[in-house]
């Protein structure tokens, strides 16, 4: 036990210092065009009385957080406290993170939650970027952790929950479904995502924020695009080779309709699957991978729950660090080939998104043909009790048949 907390201080020791320069030395741009200019229309106008208009294009779980922040200002510097409140989305994700390692039933989860603050998608997004995606990352692990203990309702709250900070969330919803559609879930389970985003909208709304728009935020999220540029992608995905090499067959249209095309494929091809504890984590990765792969309008930040679900895989066992190492490859390739690095890191970064994706698929197709082999075999016994039922049930008619003549023989003869 003492061994175990010793090695959980010193990851904490190393992600501490890992976070020092970031979080202390580097201002992000999102920050300058967003985040601080809300805070301070918050500081402003005052923590309520800022949601009676529109004002930003989070939704407004995030913007509440970000209120409570200003009854502290002064304390901190305006850049800090949004760190910081990013900061608390991190360590909600690696508690996410040990609930999903603890359902799973995987050795020293609170050492890996540790681990996690170390990760290279973590310690760039949260520290540096001060990012919010925790926030949604967070509460999808949470489904898929509730999704092994075998409870479809709390998977579907919890990704409401996740879709009630950010659209993304989205990314998780064809294993939702396959979820619930596995799990025979009642009808009304399909409309907690439409109940949870109504509840959290509900107090900005009572503070005068139009009910339209709140119900238009995300649209509008998907239509923002960079000034003076056709925004296609910045992810590790198939658009980002469009971007690069053929912008000219951009279209919206087709990647919507792609990733349509594979989260149905997906559903069916899962449906009866037989998916143990790291089957269900990995189905999971896929969604998290293969949405945000075929889609266009992509940041190299929308695959962070692939990359820590991958990771928690590769927690559970080594024959997934293979994965887990080319999800955070192709995160930190990327990233520094947006950040001026040779285009040929962008390149290989699609190259590590791909082999991560197609090694997930991999991993379906034998969970399908395991589940399809099970079926035969079951089948095929189904069809020999049958065969033996009806054989046994023949003999006993013959054997009768042979009784009776002797008996009809014996009456006549005699």
């Known amino acids: 036990m003492n061994e175990a907390r010793f090695k959980i201080g010193l990851v904490l020791i190393g992600a501490a210092a890992a976070w020092s320069v970031p979080i202390l030395m580097f201002v992000p741009g999102d920050f300058v065009g967003f985040l601080g200019p809300w805070y301070r229309h918050m500081l402003t106008a005052g923590p309520v009385a800022a949601f009676a208009h529109p004002f930003g294009n989070y939704a407004p779980p995030y913007l509440y957080l970000l209120a409570a922040l200003t009854l502290f200002n002064g304390i901190v510097s305006q850049i800090i406290a949004i760190k910081l409140l990013s900061t608390a989305g991190a360590a909600w994700l690696a508690f996410a993170i040990f609930r999903l390692l603890k359902s799973s039933g995987a050795n020293d989860p609170v050492e890996a939650a540790a681990w996690s603050l170390v990760l290279p998608t973590v310690v760039l997004n949260v520290p540096l970027l001060a990012q919010a995606d925790a926030f949604w990352v967070a509460p999808c692990v949470l489904a ?26 989205v990314f998780l919803a064809p294993f939702v479904a396959l979820v619930l559609i596995r799990c025979h879930a009642r009808w009304w389970a399909w409309l907690v995502p ?54 000219f067959l951009y279209s919206a249209a087709a990647g919507i309709a792609a990733a349509g095309v594979a989260a149905l494929v997906y559903i069916v091809w899962l449906r009866r699957a037989t998916l143990g504890t790291q089957s269900l984590v990995a189905a999971a990765a896929l969604s998290g991978a293969i949405i945000p792969f075929l889609l266009p309008g992509m940041h190299e930040r929308f695959f962070a729950l692939s990359e820590i679900l991958t990771f928690c895989l590769a927690w559970m066992s080594r024959r997934w660090l293979v994965i887990a190492a080319a999800a955070q490859a192709a995160f930190l390739l990327n990233a520094g080939g947006m950040l001026g690095g040779p285009p040929l890191m962008l390149l290989l970064g699609v190259a590590a998104e791909t082999a991560v994706i197609l090694l997930l698929v991999r991993t379906a197709c034998r969970s399908a043909e395991t589940s399809q082999t099970v079926e035969a075999g079951i089948a095929s016994r189904d069809l020999d009790s049958k065969i033996a039922a009806e054989s046994d049930l023949c003999g006993r008619k013959t054997r009768v048949g042979c009784v009776t003549d002797r008996v009809e023989t014996g009456r006549i003869a005699g």
Request: charged share 10%; aromatic share 16%.
């Open 144 to 169: 898929v952790a509730a999704s092994v203990r075998g409870n479809a309702i709390q998977t579907a709250l919890w990704a409401s929950v996740g879709f009630a900070f950010k659209a993304q969330a």
């Open 194 to 247: 439409v109940a949870v985003y109504l509840f959290a909208i509900t107090p900005a709304w009572a503070a005068g924020w139009p009910l339209r728009d709140l119900l238009t935020i995300y649209l509008r999220q998907a239509q923002w695009h960079p000034p003076g540029d056709s925004f296609i992608s910045t992810a590790p995905n198939l658009w980002l080779l469009v971007k690069l090499y053929a912008p």
